[in-house]
C-alpha cells in the first residue's frame, strides 16, 4: 500500500490493477509522451517543516494534471 501512495501524492501513477505488464507498460508510455514542467521559488519559512499545499488548474477539459499535492519549506540557511 506504500508504493501506490507515494506514486500517487508525488504526481506520479500507481499501476498494479493488473498483471498484463506489456499492457502498463505501454500506459506509462502513453501518460509520459504530452509532459510540461512547472518551476517556482518558494519562500523561506520561519520554522522547519512548514506544509504547503499545491493546486494546478487546466483550463481545458477532459485534461489532467499529476502533480505533487504540496511541499515542506525549510527555514533559510545563511
Do not use: W
Not at 506520479?12 to 517556482?40: H, I, K, W
Not at 481545458?60 to 527555514?75: C, D, N, S
Request: hydrophobic content about 40%; aromatic content about 8%.
Amino acid at each position: 500500500m506504500g508504493l501506490p501512495v507515494l506514486a500517487v501524492q508525488s504526481g506520479g501513477l500507481a499501476l498494479n490493477r493488473s498483471n498484463d505488464v506489456a499492457g502498463l507498460l505501454q500506459e506509462c508510455v502513453t501518460e509520459t509522451v504530452p509532459y510540461y514542467e512547472m518551476a517556482f521559488d518558494a519562500a523561506a519559512s520561519d520554522k522547519a517543516d512548514e506544509y504547503h499545499s499545491l493546486e494546478v488548474r487546466i483550463a481545458k477539459a477532459g485534461l489532467t494534471a499529476r502533480t505533487r499535492e504540496g511541499y515542506y519549506v525549510q527555514p533559510h540557511r545563511d
